[in-house]
């Protein structure tokens, strides 16, 4: 490497070796509290973080300029040799405003995505009128990466396996459905990180600061669940791809109580600290598949959420502009409510809802499905401001960044942007949470009831969310149906009055 080189500057979230260009390259890494004092993460998503950082700057070693300090124009100012740095594009536009307004930073491509920002903007061109569907992006890329291609075809025939990647969780075996015994998938658990002297250290900063009243948090401490390190990564990669893998498929959309990992890989939080590089993720979930170790429908639906819905994402936050967040096309008013914003699951009967606010308060982490039908589709019933609700998620979340909730939250989960993304909102009533759970049985509330004191605040709401929009979701193709069923119900006046009662109480 020359001399002259410029110092690489390590945002949080570019940890991994494929940020450097080589083994020697001198970096400039931020521990910058400002974040923390700005807004409430969860608790063990703060711990991540920084054991992250410190984790890397140990690595470092004597090459590693590690700066803890309020905020980063401080670490740049007081750099004692003031020479040049470079940066890889960070991941936020506050960020990347910044970073360009400093003369001394050289701003390079983005790195830890499959698909580069100039590809992305090649295909969006090549689209002309037609819309930007994830899936026409995945087969770009599948191609253009030949991953998981036979030749000019995709591996088994089909691009996309999520017709058998949607089955419900299997049933609890009559002989163990014994009080005290959880019901899990039975896979090997994902393989876990053990906490050292680092991570006691950032215990300790976190206790005193929120003593000290410099910073509070949502969500409980715990052990330290996420890999902070590229060997942690690597571990966790490992197992997922040997002994979890083989189940992910089939299971990708099912919920159980007892099992808050289900099959899951585990890897969106090191994909998203940049300790893992998504090529080498899918080339190693393709390997397994072409060992025979898992089917295509499994290895397909992983592959298909890193180099489909994670690049299409990041691309969409800075390809649909800095307008995009504050889209409200449904007019969702409704401030968050103290129980949903704080994880007060005690607070709630509903079992489902209850289940995954204490899984994210407990874990900072659920399962895209928790996310997408239980917590998405409640705020999505009930008209919470779509920016709160992507704010809520962005914090409360050890792998929520900016850039990924932006699209997955106003596009998606809330129906925001009024369809630029989806063709149709993410709202559903008891019926497909009891189809896709084990929620439902021992819940106060009943699935298949609208009215009344059993009635499920689901399926009350999903009906009165249809009719609060009728006007904007009869003319959707894909909603005509459920729309039309409003005229079917004999009970929807008394519907309609109890959920005006309950307001944002917690269910």
């Known amino acids: 490497m020359s001399a002259s080189s410029p110092t ?15 083994d020697d390259q001198p970096v400039l890494l931020v521990e910058s509290r400002r974040a923390f004092v700005r807004r409430r993460f969860h608790r063990q ?30 670490a740049l100012d007081g750099r004692a040799s003031g020479g040049p740095l470079s940066v890889c ?18 701003v390079l491509p983005a790195r830890g995505f499959a698909t580069g920002m100039d590809e992305f903007a090649a295909w969006t061109e090549g689209r002309g009128a037609r819309r930007l569907l994830m899936e026409d992006h995945y087969r770009a890329a599948r191609r253009r990466l030949d991953v998981l291609m036979d030749g000019d075809e995709p591996a088994g025939g089909r691009w996309n396996f999520d017709e058998e990647n949607r089955e419900p969780p ?95 890989s585990l890897l969106s939080a090191p994909l998203n600290l940049g300790l893992l590089d998504p090529i080498e993720v ?44 504050a889209g409200n096309a449904l007019r969702a008013r409704r401030a968050l409510p103290d129980w949903f914003a ?60 900016e850039w990924v909730m932006v699209a997955n939250v106003v596009g998606m989960s809330q129906f925001a942007d009024g369809g630029r993304i989806t063709t149709k909102p993410y709202a559903a009533g008891g019926a497909y949470i009891n189809r896709m759970s084990d929620y439902c049985g021992p ?4 699935p298949t009831v609208r009215v009344g004191e059993d009635a499920c605040p689901f399926t009350a709401g999903y009906w009165n969310f249809l009719h609060r929009h009728r006007a904007d979701l009869e003319g959707n193709h894909r909603m005509v149906q459920a729309v039309r069923g409003l005229d079917r ?9 109890q959920e005006r009662r309950r307001g944002s109480a917690a269910p």
Not at 8 to 22: E, I, V
Not at 443 to 446: K, L, Q, T
Request: charge should be negative.
């Open 489 to 497: 119900l004999a009970d929807l006046e008394p519907l309609l009055d």
């Open 342 to 401: 704080e994880l007060d699951a005690d607070a709630v009967q509903a079992r489902c809802l209850s289940g995954v606010l204490a899984d994210l308060r407990d874990h900072g982490w659920v399962h895209h499905i928790p996310r997408l039908m239980v917590l998405g589709n409640w705020a999505l019933q009930r008209g919470w401001r779509p920016d709160e609700v992507t704010d809520w998620f962005h914090r409360a979340f050890v792998d929520g960044y």
């Open 89 to 106: 594009h960070p991941t936020t536009r506050a960020a990347l405003a910044f970073v360009r307004a400093r003369p001394e930073v050289q």
């Open 282 to 325: 899918v080339q190693r979930i393709e390997q397994a598949y072409r060992d025979g170790a898992v089917s295509i429908a499994a290895a397909e639906g992983a592959v298909r959420q890193i180099i489909g819905w994670r690049d299409y994402v990041w691309h969409l936050y800075w390809h649909l502009g800095a307008d995009y967040p």
């Open 45 to 74: 998503k703060a711990h991540l973080v920084l054991s992250a950082i410190r984790h890397r700057a140990a690595e470092l070693g004597e090459r590693c300029d590690f700066r803890q300090v309020g905020g980063y124009a401080e």
């Open 170 to 264: 299997p049933k609890r075996p009559g002989r163990r459905a014994t009080a005290g015994t959880p019901h899990t998938l039975g896979v090997p658990e994902p393989w876990w990180p053990e906490e050292d002297e680092i991570d006691e250290q950032v215990r300790a900063d976190l206790d005193r600061w929120a003593r000290d009243g410099d910073v509070a948090f949502i969500g409980r401490d715990g052990p330290r669940r996420f890999a902070a390190t590229r060997a942690e990564a690597l571990r966790v990669l490992d197992r997922f791809v040997a002994e979890r893998l083989p189940f992910f498929g089939r299971y990708e959309d099912a919920m159980l109580a007892d099992d808050a990992w289900m099959a899951h």
């Open 443 to 446: 819940c106060r509330y009943r």
């Open 8 to 22: 690489r500057w390590l945002f949080g979230d570019h940890l991994g070796p494929h940020f450097l260009d080589a």
